[in-house]
């Protein structure tokens, strides 16, 4: 029988057994919201002091580092360094207990998010949710396909920040012993970023990127994409660009746009 979705208020019982399990995967989130899904970026124009048109150069090491930290779990999303081990219920259970979590075997899961956080002078939120469809080989887990939809917002005296990030996932096992994975999918991130001067004058900026990946292979305990692409399209105030990054291993990947290619070390920008 095909399973429905199914709401859940994260203080059910199901939400308790899987937060330990997808700490790693995913942010803390608490009581649901009245939307499920996160709000939609906000069109603004941009302003800022100068009218310089980034290098390709600048941009392939900005939009490597939109994608590095978006896979690594910085804005919220999914973290898909993390593999599929850390939706084992074992580790919890004891050493003498040999369960795999079977329990999780085809359960799909949605859950929303509402988290505020206040540290100093800087308030954030995150809102939005996430789904979770558990895949499993002979009652092990072997994979997930992740859903998220997430928009934080950070604010201070001086500065405002909005982004966004919505992820469509297919995480699969690739080996026996869970060190590699292979990850195809979709990823959009949205950036507005406002700064009031001394001057009083605000500088604003605004960036969007797309994300298509392809068989990307994932080593989990390095934190290294050995192989893979993924297609972009990006762009921001007076620019726009369309490319394809080439992941070669050793936390490298060659970023190609309009004829020209980039070699960045992704290491730097990511986990």
């Known amino acids: 029988m095909e399973q429905k979705p199914k709401k859940q208020n994260v203080t059910k019982t199901f939400t308790k057994l899987a937060l330990p399990m997808l700490a790693c995967a995913v942010m803390l989130y608490s009581s649901c919201r009245k939307n499920e899904n996160a709000p939609a970026p906000v069109n603004k124009t941009a302003q800022t002091n100068s009218t310089t048109t980034p290098t390709n150069s600048d941009l392939s090491k900005a939009i490597a580092i939109n994608l590095a930290h978006s896979i690594g779990g910085a804005y919220g999303g999914v973290n898909l360094t993390t593999g599929v081990d850390s939706l084992s ?51 092990k887990p072997s994979g997930y396909i992740a859903y998220d939809s997430l928009a934080t917002t950070r604010q201070a005296h001086s500065w405002y920040d909005q982004f966004y990030v919505k992820q469509a996932y297919t995480i699969k096992c690739l080996d026996d012993k869970h060190q590699f994975i292979g990850v195809n999918g979709d990823n959009y991130f949205y950036e507005y970023n406002q700064v009031t001067c001394g001057c009083g004058e605000k500088v604003i900026t605004i960036q969007n990127c797309n994300f298509v990946l392809n068989n990307l292979t994932i080593d989990v305990c390095k934190k290294d994409i050995l192989s893979g692409t993924a297609t972009f399209t990006a762009y921001g105030e007076g620019w726009h660009v369309s490319g394809t990054l080439v992941f070669i291993g050793n936390h490298t990947a060659n970023v190609t746009i309009g004829g020209d290619t980039f070699q960045i070390n992704t290491l730097r920008y990511s986990w």
């Open 89 to 139: 219920l074992a580790s919890h259970l004891g050493p003498h207990n040999d369960f795999e979590s079977p329990a999780l075997c085809g359960l799909f899961t949605d859950s929303l998010v509402n988290f505020s956080n206040k540290q100093g002078d800087t308030t954030s939120h995150t809102g939005g949710n996430l789904t979770f469809y558990f895949n499993c080989d002979n009652g």
